[in-house]
């Protein structure tokens, strides 16, 4: 096992912490889930860039990192939308929790295009990211980062007495980055799967390559 595979498999470990750790209702733990997540995010990055740079890239390695990937958004989407409930975020123009449609949209296209890969896949055709995907990613990682960083100050101000006004630029901040990021996210989302039935639908229909 090289290095790259065994930080996707590290990734995949922790993932249950960073699901589990928010639901309980202490900034200690709701802290340590916002570190883990950041430290996963970081070392999806770091394992693509040491399979290239060290010529180690496997199929095994291709096939870890998606899944990954999408078990590290399934994870952070369900306590996301659990304690949004009753800690949404706050911005100058608002509050705002996370509705059940944005879930069903983001989870929906992650569960979609697997099919439609795996479906391209078995006949010949090889999906390929596109630019709107890999922005897609990137945002997304910045919004579930905003909030898992929202609950940790939001609990932590819970407990020790502040008042809104206390941590009143922080929780601003926090609020107006995961909006936007919210919003441009579940865009890119949107357009990014369109994008991929354009430039793909000559494969809905095609018989599945002949083996052997």
């Known amino acids: 096992m090289n290095l790259p595979t065994a930080l ?14 928010p639901f309980f209702p202490s900034a200690t733990a709701r802290h340590w889930a916002f570190i883990l997540f950041l430290v996963a995010v970081n070392t999806d990055w770091v394992d693509g860039w040491l399979a290239r740079t060290r010529k180690q890239e496997t199929d095994f390695g291709r096939m870890l990192d998606p899944l990954a ?23 100058p123009v608002g509050t705002f929790g996370l509705p059940l449609w944005v879930v069903v949209v983001v989870l ?56 809104p006004a206390d941590y009143r630029v922080a929780r601003l901040t926090l609020g107006s980055i995961g909006l936007l990021a919210m ?15 354009l430039d793909y639908r000559r494969v809905l229909g095609k018989p599945p390559a002949a083996e052997g």
């Not at 939308?81 to 800690?87: E, F, K, T």
């Not at 296209?109 to 990613?137: C, D, H």
């Not at 919003?183 to 039935?197: E, N, R």
């Open 8 to 21: 996707t498999i590290g990734r995949i470990a922790t993932t249950p912490l960073i699901a589990a750790l």
């Open 69 to 91: 990937d999408k078990l590290l958004l399934v994870g952070t989407f369900a306590p996301m939308y659990w304690l949004a409930r009753s800690m949404p975020f706050d911005t």
């Open 108 to 163: 929906g296209r992650e569960v979609t295009m697997t099919w439609f890969r795996q479906y391209a896949s078995r006949r010949g055709v090889v999906i390929l990211s596109n630019w709107p995907a890999k922005w897609k990613t990137s945002v997304t990682g910045f919004w579930q980062g905003a909030a898992y960083c929202w609950f940790w100050v939001a609990t932590m101000a819970a407990e020790s007495g502040w008042a």
């Open 183 to 197: 919003t441009v996210g579940v865009g890119l989302t949107i357009y990014s799967a369109v994008i991929y039935v």
